[in-house]
T-cell receptor
Framework: GDSVTQMEGPVTLSEEAFLTINCTYTATGYPSLFWYVQYPGEGLQLLLKATKADDKGSNKGFEATYRKETTSFHLEKGSVQVSDSAVYFCALSSFNKFYFGSGTKLNVKP | SAVISQKPSRDICQRGTSLTIQCQVDSQVTMMFWYRQQPGQSLTLIATANQGSEATYESGFVIDKFPISRPNLTFSTLTVSNMSPEDSSIYLC?????????????FGPGTRLLVL
């Protein structure tokens, strides 16, 4: 069945470091792909999305490219801030069902 | 995107009691979803609630334990019945917006439940 696998955390970085959080997926159809962010004590917020192969989603300095050949949707940011500390969830939508990864906790230290 | 509110934002309950969580959306939506997020875990879909029909429950979740109401296109409730400490979780309401490949889920802020 459809599924999402993302790298385990926690990931700890210093401020201004480069961030990559890996996400790969398995899907029978042509899914849309998402990254959601959950700040402490809050619900999930949509960070970015891509709906077809080679699309790049971007928001708040974060980017992810829909790679069909490697079935991946890795999240990247060139320079993280302390305020980016949160849990990041990769997700896919296929045939009106959503599948979420296990979440990756990011800690950014000043 | 939709703006979603939930009540209560958090609660501490005694085992054996029930809690009803409310979810309000600022626009009319066809599909609403209820998720559970256990501590440090990902999201697990409890059920899908469509207005005017019975909710559809995922494997492992039953109506007697998690009854859901969907009286109109902007509101839903989830009740956690006969609670035990294992029900301590964050309960999240979400809605689907857009259609086809543009469909996106938007989430409420969650209800943090602790059962003693």
């Amino acid at each position: 069945g459809d599924s999402v696998t993302q790298m385990e955390g926690p990931v700890t970085l210093s401020e201004e470091a480069f961030l990559t959080i890996n996400c790969t997926y398995t899907a029978t159809g042509y899914p849309s792909l998402f990254w959601y962010v959950q700040y402490p004590g809050e619900g999930l917020q949509l960070l970015l999305k891509a709906t077809k192969a080679d699309d790049k989603g971007s928001n708040k300095g974060f980017e992810a490219t829909y790679r069909k050949e490697t079935t991946s949707f890795h999240l990247e940011k060139g320079s993280v801030q302390v305020s980016d500390s949160a849990v990041y969830f990769c997700a896919l939508s296929s045939f009106n069902k959503f599948y979420f990864g296990s979440g990756t906790k990011l800690n950014v230290k000043p | 995107s939709a703006v979603i509110s939930q009540k209560p934002s958090r609660d501490i309950c005694q085992r054996g009691t029930s809690l009803t969580i409310q979810c309000q959306v600022d626009s009319q939506v066809t599909m609403m979803f209820w998720y559970r997020q256990q501590p440090g875990q990902s999201l697990t879909l409890i059920a899908t609630a469509n207005q005017g029909s019975e909710a559809t429950y995922e494997s492992g979740f039953v109506i007697d334990k998690f009854p859901i109401s969907r009286p109109n296109l902007t509101f839903s409730t989830l009740t956690v019945s006969n609670m035990s400490p294992e029900d301590s979780s964050i309960y999240l309401c979400s809605v689907a917006s857009g259609g086809g490949v543009q469909e996106t889920q938007y989430f409420g802020p969650g209800t943090r439940l602790l059962v003693l």
